[in-house]
Antibody, heavy 118, light 107 residues
Framework: QVQLQESGPGLVKPSQTLSLTCTVS??????????WSWIRQHPGKGLEWIGY???????YYNPSLKSRVTISVDTSKNQFSLKLSSVTAADTAVYYC??????????WGQGTLVTVSS | VIWMTQSPSLLSASTGDRVTISCRMS??????LAWYQQKPGKAPELLIY???TLQSGVPSRFSGSGSGTDFTLTISCLQSEDFATYYC?????????FGQGTKVEIK
């Protein structure tokens, strides 16, 4: 059974860089055929897709965040990561990692709340 | 960017009711649509993909229909565990986009 788990600081200061890692177990990131994705949810709001990385390293970012987002992959650790620079309070959200396949996003991490505050 | 209009945003219903949620796209997406259920404090769970295919383990009271620009999620007989928020999501093109969500609450 594939499982995903987010990790990283729960508190980030304004103007700094938010960094999260998603560790995948029960399956290999290198197996191909999946988009390894980040999605966020502002408190009490809907879901916002941030971007994805393929095991080869190719990426696609949401144009609304593109200038501040970097997603990378470490196949040796079976992990992929999110960096969001120059954060403000508007970036306070629950961040999820997920695996997208031809049939939607069947596997999600539990989510991690990141608060941007001084 | 494909914009999605999901309605209603809030639906009050009773156990045993049949409920319908709509999702309309700003352009055609064939059948590249998924529906998710989210309960408070939890990650979304995939219910339906390819507009009408039930994810493994999802009860048969859930069904999806539509193609192109108009899609529907139906719960045929609402159960207590179905009170939650539902989202549609298109995976026809990038960036992926979600509907605004429909909260199904107890009437």
């Amino acid at each position: 059974q594939v499982q995903l788990q987010e990790s990283g600081p729960g508190l980030v200061k304004p103007s700094q860089t938010l960094s999260l890692t998603c560790t995948v177990s029960g399956g290999s990131i290198s197996s191909g055929g999946y988009y390894w994705s980040w999605i966020r949810q502002h408190p009490g709001k809907g879901l916002e897709w941030i971007g994805y990385i393929y095991y080869s390293g190719s990426t696609y970012y949401n144009p609304s965040l593109k200038s501040r987002v970097t997603i990378s992959v470490d196949t040796s650790k079976n992990q992929f990561s999110l960096k969001l620079s120059s954060v403000t309070a508007a970036d306070t959200a629950v961040y999820y990692c997920a695996r997208e396949e031809v049939a939607g996003m069947a596997y999600w991490g539990q989510g991690t709340l990141v608060t941007v505050s001084s | 960017v494909i914009w999605m209009t999901q309605s209603p945003s809030l639906l009050s219903a009773s156990t045993g009711d049949r409920v319908t949620i709509s999702c309309r796209m700003s352009q055609g997406i064939s059948s590249y649509l998924a529906w998710y259920q989210q309960k408070p404090g939890k990650a979304p769970e995939l219910l339906i993909y390819a507009a009408s295919t039930l994810q493994s383990g999802v009860p048969s009271r859930f069904s999806g229909s539509g193609s192109g620009t108009d899609f529907t999620l139906t719960i045929s007989c609402l159960q207590s565990e179905d009170f939650a928020t539902y989202y549609c999501q298109q995976y026809y093109s990038f960036p992926r986009t979600f509907g605004q969500g429909t909260k199904v609450e107890i009437k």
